[in-house]
């Protein structure tokens, strides 16, 4: 560990990821067109995510293949969306911006609108670490009872829902109905056909629901047991694998700067969840000393950049932390 200050080993990462973008900018004059590249990222992923529906719809690929991909298509989509919060597309045209955040949230129905989460992101980036920052606490961030972590990460309806009345006490303005809202209407759209298939499918085993419901309630199951497979099952997987992560590596408790905020997760047990949330555990902390960068960016830069954080007494994997509920031990 070296023996410079926090605000000098800061300043030192800040300086070299500014740097090593730059670098990359005059390298790749094509890095450039911002805008471009973000909204064909974007048609790329939906069209990835369509093209696995009506593959799926046609019998040419399994269910279990059909989810895998929508599970990656989506999870470009979030990389976007985090990009669009900081306003990195179309910033001065407010109809392709709107366009896109509009978009990213159809394909990654289970979650908030994208202009709440807007500032929820950025209050976030002042409060991190603490127990003000509503973004990850709601994601499982400082929780220690593994079970109540497990069903926060895969259900956020369910976690809001259970940790209400503690983040009343606890959070600033919080309110339940306010982020419920939020997912107005195509997170309660999502979650009416996540629940109507299971509430479905386990009344049809004590009761033959198959054989006794009336032809639109069978077709309407039949349509939501399609969107289970291309839109609901693939963000479930994302958004867990993204939960997980996100809350793992971002510390809560004794966090002081920059450096606190984050550990960078390398171990390959995370390899699984990285592939569904396209590697953020990896390049995360660098965002938060450089905010203003486009994803793919970080992915580029990423290799150099670690090596300087690392030298800089960033940590890498800090599993303790993970046992403890997120608690930065300065030892």
Not at 32 to 40: F, K, R, W
Not at 69 to 84: M, P, Q, R, V, Y
Not at 166 to 180: L, M, N, P
Request: glycine share 4%.
């Amino acid at each position: 560990m070296n023996q410079l200050s926090a605000k000098q080993n800061i300043q030192a990462i800040v300086k070299a990821i500014k740097t090593e973008e730059v670098l990359l900018r005059e390298k790749h004059p094509l890095l450039a067109h911002q805008n471009t590249l973000g909204l064909a990222i974007l048609l790329l992923s939906l069209g990835a995510l369509i093209g696995a529906g009506v593959l799926y719809y046609l019998t040419i690929i399994p269910a279990w293949v059909c989810i895998i991909l929508a599970a990656i298509a989506t999870s470009i989509s979030h990389e976007l969306e985090h990009d669009l919060i900081h306003k990195q597309y179309f910033s001065n045209l407010p109809f392709m911006h709107n366009f896109m955040m509009l978009t990213v949230w159809l394909m990654r129905p289970n979650t908030v609108s994208p202009w709440f989460r807007r500032k929820m992101h950025l209050h976030h980036h002042k409060t991190s670490g603490t127990q003000q920052d509503l973004e990850e606490r709601l994601v499982g961030n400082g929780i220690k009872n593994p079970f109540l972590r497990a069903v926060v990460i895969m259900d956020g309806l369910l976690g809001l829902t259970i940790n209400a009345k503690r983040f009343k006490k606890e959070i600033d303005g919080f309110s339940f109905f306010k982020v419920f809202n939020a997912g107005f209407p195509i997170a309660t759209s999502y979650f009416i056909v996540l629940y109507s298939v299971i509430i479905f499918n386990i009344a049809d085993l004590f009761i033959p629901l198959t054989l006794n419901s009336p032809e639109w309630l069978l077709n309407t199951m039949n349509v939501f047991e399609f969107l289970m497979v291309v839109l609901i099952i693939p963000n479930i997987i994302r958004s867990s694998s993204l939960n997980f992560v996100t809350s793992s590596m971002h510390y809560y408790g004794g966090v002081n700067n920059m450096l606190e905020q984050t550990h960078v997760l390398t171990s390959r047990l995370f390899m699984p969840f990285h592939l569904f949330c396209f590697n953020f555990g990896k390049t995360h902390s660098i965002h938060h000393f450089v905010p203003n960068q486009p994803f793919y960016l970080r992915q580029m830069l990423s290799e150099k950049i670690l090596k300087v954080m690392a030298q800089h007494n960033v940590r890498f994997n800090d599993f303790e932390s993970i046992k403890n509920a997120n608690a930065y031990n300065p030892n």
